[in-house]
């Protein structure tokens, strides 16, 4: 298990911008992917995007393929996702999570085995 840190996020009008950030507390990310997730009220958690960290892969979910950006800077030992152009559609607790997914179930939320708080994102009309 590795305690996940979220911050950044907060309540911003529609096509503004926030930078989530996800730190794991007394371990590094190496050899782990780490991913974000957003759940919005009523609704199941839904893939956001996921970085692998050893070869900084990359995968995103098509609703914010162009928008966000997910980076890791390996010097803060952390994650970011860059979000630009925010929709209220975007509304939703945002958590980060570790595992070991194979490339092509980076999306699968059953492929990571700790979890953040999460962070609330707020996005006004």
């Known amino acids: 298990q590795v305690q996940l840190v979220e911050s950044g996020g907060g309540l911003v009008q529609a096509g503004g911008s926030l930078k989530l950030s996800c730190t794991p507390s007394?371990?590094?990310?190496?050899?782990?992917?780490v991913g974000w997730f957003r759940q919005a009220p009523g609704k199941e958690r839904e893939f956001v995007a996921s970085i692998r960290w050893s070869m900084g892969h990359t995968v995103y979910a098509d609703s914010v393929k162009g928008r966000f950006t997910i980076s890791k800077d390996s010097a803060k030992n952390s994650v970011y996702l860059d979000m630009n152009n925010l929709t209220p559609e975007d509304t939703g607790l945002y958590s980060c999570?570790?595992?070991?997914?194979?490339?092509?179930?980076?999306?699968?939320?059953?492929?990571?085995?700790?979890w953040g708080q999460g962070t609330q994102v707020t996005v006004s009309s």
């Open positions: 999570a570790v595992g070991s997914p194979i490339l092509s179930a980076m999306s699968r939320s059953d492929m990571y085995h700790s």
């Open positions: 007394g371990r590094t990310f190496s050899n782990y992917a």
